[in-house]
T-cell receptor, first 115, second 112 residues
Framework: AQKVTQAQTEISVVEKEDVTLDCVYE???????LFWYKQPPSGELVFLIR??????QNEISGRYSWNFQKSTSSFNFTITASQVVDSAVYFC????????????FGQGTTLQVKP | DTGVSQDPRHKITKRGQNVTFRCDPI?????LYWYRQTLGQGPEFLTY????????KSRLLSDRFSAERPKGSFSTLEIQRTEQGDSAMYLC??????????FGSGTQLSVL
């Protein structure tokens, strides 16, 4: 069965701290895609990153970085020097049957960044 | 590119009533998806269209739910004989094939 687990329900940090959001997935597909989405209080899911199963290169985009490790089925997300505007719910997601729009989402991690 | 728009933003209805939601995808996107999100959970896939064809439906989509996408443009999701368990945020998303999803702001349904 396919599954995404985000074990951290809520994380609270003080501004400028670094924070890592964990994501562990299960799949039998040999080709799959992993995603991170951000859901601010407004409710709209905002795409952050997509990774395919053949690309284990880590990626950095500004203050955001992602660590993909197939050996441990993990796709973790780190925010460096967090800011209050980073406060949101973050979802990790896994594609099903190669369909990049048919996703299984984790339960989400609520990040609160305090000033 | 005006993004994915959904209407209405909020809907309050009484149990047993029918409701219909509308989604307007990004114009050039051929794929359109419906998801449902309950409080404290991640979105769950309901169904998707490629152009006007509905290609897949989740087991979550009971017979009371029907979705259409006439002419491959906007889509509607209808729930008949609503139940309290239908209360959720209904999210629409669109994409080009094999590309990332763009989500709308959702329709929050409350069934009293």
């Amino acid at each position: 069965a396919q599954k995404v687990t985000q074990a951290q329900t809520e994380i609270s940090v003080v501004e400028k701290e670094d924070v890592t959001l964990d994501c562990v997935y299960e799949t039998r597909d040999t080709t799959y895609y992993l995603f991170w989405y951000k859901q601010p209080p407004s409710g709209e899911l905002v795409f952050l990153i997509r990774r395919n199963s053949f690309d284990e290169q880590n990626e950095i985009s500004g203050r955001y970085s992602w660590n993909f490790q197939k050996s441990t089925s993990s796709f973790n997300f780190t925010i460096t020097a967090s800011q209050v505007v980073d406060s949101a719910v973050y979802f990790c997601a896994l594609s099903q049957s190669g369909n990049t729009g048919k996703l299984i989402f984790g339960q989400g991690t609520t990040l609160q960044v305090k000033p | 590119d005006t993004g994915v728009s959904q209407d209405p933003r909020h809907k309050i209805t009484k149990r047993g009533q029918n409701v219909t939601f509308r989604c307007d995808p990004i114009s050039e996107h051929n794929r359109l998806y419906w998801y449902r999100q309950t409080l404290g959970q991640g979105p769950e896939f309901l169904t998707y269209f490629q152009n006007e064809a509905q290609l897949e439906k989740s087991r979550l989509l009971s017979d009371r739910f029907s979705a259409e996408r006439p002419k491959g443009s906007f889509s509607t999701l209808e729930i008949q004989r609503t139940e309290q368990g239908d209360s959720a945020m209904y999210l629409c998303a669109s994409s080009l094939a094999l590309e990332k999803l763009f989500f709308g702001s959702g329709t929050q349904l409350s069934v009293l």
